[in-house]
């Protein structure tokens, strides 16, 4: 044998020449092997993954305090309505008449008539001159030199007469009463919608001023 050449029985073979057909053959050969094996293995369904749970389950003794427990009776059944014999048994059994003594019912509430503001209304009121009070000036408020106005808003009502008064600017705590009190004094004509005398709401300046 020389440089890959074998020589069998005289014959020179070139191992070089021979490697593809022997690569190719083994292939083959292979190839043949896994299919014969193939249709001999007997076919295997895969089965799903079953997780194993382990529990310990454990007895547990109860203490003698709870065996010697009795179960407590089952609650009476309803009685059933049994058929009067006579009326007599039916007026004794019935229910006296329930009179609730001391409850007063309560009057309905009256219906209040509609408020507006003083720009709604088509005919304004107007203060009436001969009602006009002056408020009370107190001497300590003159000592004090307090001046100044206080602003309040009237409910004049549909004669024309103040139902409320509520301070919206107050000058000092007295001054404000001594302000009230007058206004509660004045008189208005009565405002008027659609031809209808109506309550509205009024906003009016009174003034306290020293004489100097």
């Known amino acids: 044998m020389s440089n890959g050449a074998g020589e069998i029985r005289g014959k020179v073979i070139d191992l070089k020449e021979m490697l593809p057909f022997n690569t190719k053959l083994s292939f083959v050969v292979a190839l043949i092997a896994i299919i014969i094996a193939c249709l001999f293995i007997p076919e ?39 058929e009067a014999e006579s009326e007599e048994d039916v007026e004794a ?85 001594e302000a009230i009190k007058a206004a509660r004094q004045w008189r208005f004509s009565p405002a008027r919608q659609r031809d209808k005398a109506v309550r509205v709401w009024v906003e009016v300046p009174v003034r306290f001023q020293l004489d100097k």
């Not at 997780?51 to 010697?68: G, N, T």
């Not at 602003?151 to 004669?159: E, G, I, N």
């Open 44 to 82: 295997t369904e895969p089965k799903p993954y079953e997780r194993k749970v382990e529990s310990d389950v454990r007895a547990v003794e109860l203490p003698p305090q709870l065996k010697q427990l009795e179960e407590p009776p089952p609650p009476p059944k309803p009685k059933m309505p049994i």
């Open 93 to 177: 059994s019935t229910i006296d008449e329930t009179i609730f003594d001391g409850i007063e019912k309560q009057p309905p509430q009256p219906k209040t008539e509609e408020v507006y503001e003083f720009w709604k209304v088509e005919v304004k009121p107007k203060l009436l001159k001969n009602s006009y009070v002056e408020p009370n000036y107190p001497e300590f408020a003159r000592k004090a030199e307090i001046e100044g106005q206080v602003f309040l808003r009237l409910l004049v009502d549909t004669t024309g007469g103040i139902a409320d008064v509520k301070v919206i600017k107050s000058l000092n705590e007295l001054l404000d009463v």
